[in-house]
């Protein structure tokens, strides 16, 4: 069984571009988060999905993060115009039911550097 | 508001003695514990969770956590390190979605 799947695994890119991660779940996953990480800390939830339902963004930055989830799989992170401290992995991971009692799987990530 | 934390950023054990990283937490209602470690330059891998019953949990690799709710902890332990165990080590917490502590950098040494 495949596992989660992100593109591209590295990105680098000026400041003020924009930029968007892709990630695939595994197959029947509904739930699916995606995190922020710097290195060496702890992801940092940002979004999570369920089926479409966007059920917390609270951590999002919204006035220039955007996410979507068409059709309940697969899902874009994107964000615009990108900062420096944006620099950063971004994680996708998805799990099979909804909260709370299952753990989650993850992608290997995008390493999002801003120049 | 649900949350955990990793007193420790960094454990180190000598290969061959045993280990603890430790976690806390800060939930209303059942908690859902989860352990993950994370090697370099590779995803999170799940070890193992709590979600009922037993206080004991034995996951993969040879580690295990024990809840302990009187003190809100879930500690995760091996009775004998590798220095192959040495990398990031992260509790969580699936209440509200899955969310993590800061980490804790575990080092084994020969």
């Known amino acids: 069984e495949a596992g989660v799947v992100q593109s591209p695994r590295y990105k680098i890119i000026e400041k003020k571009q924009p930029v968007a991660f892709w990630c695939n779940p595994i197959?029947?996953?509904?739930?699916l988060y995606w995190y922020r990480q710097n290195l060496g800390q702890g992801p940092e939830l940002l979004i999570r999905?369920?089926?479409?339902?966007?059920?917390?963004d609270s951590q999002l930055p919204k006035d220039r993060f955007s996410a979507e989830r068409l059709k309940g799989v697969d899902s874009t992170l994107k964000i615009q115009p990108a900062e420096l401290g944006d620099s950063a992995v971004y994680l996708c991971?998805?799990?099979?039911?909804?909260?709370?009692?299952?753990?989650?799987?993850f992608g290997q990530g995008t390493r999002l550097t801003v120049v | 508001a649900q949350s955990v934390a990793q007193p420790e950023d960094q454990v180190n054990v000598a290969e061959g003695n045993p280990l603890t990283v430790k976690c806390t937490y800060s939930?209303?209602?059942?908690?859902?514990l989860f352990w993950y470690v994370q090697y370099p330059n590779r995803g999170l891998q799940f070890l193992l969770k709590?979600?009922?019953?037993?206080?004991l949990v034995k996951g993969s690799y040879g580690f295990e956590a024990e809840f302990n709710k009187s003190q809100t902890s879930f500690h995760l332990k091996k009775p004998s390190a590798l220095v192959s165990d040495s990398a990031l080590y992260f509790c969580?917490?699936?209440?509200?979605?899955?969310?993590f502590g800061a980490g804790t950098r575990l080092t084994v040494k020969p």
């Open positions: 991971a998805s799990s099979p039911v909804g909260v709370p009692a299952t753990e989650a799987f």
């Open positions: 197959s029947g996953h509904n739930t």
């Open positions: 999905y369920e089926n479409e339902e966007a059920v917390d």
């Open positions: 969580a917490d699936s209440a509200t979605g899955m969310r």
């Open positions: 939930v209303s209602g059942n908690p859902y």
């Open positions: 709590y979600i009922t019953g037993d206080n």
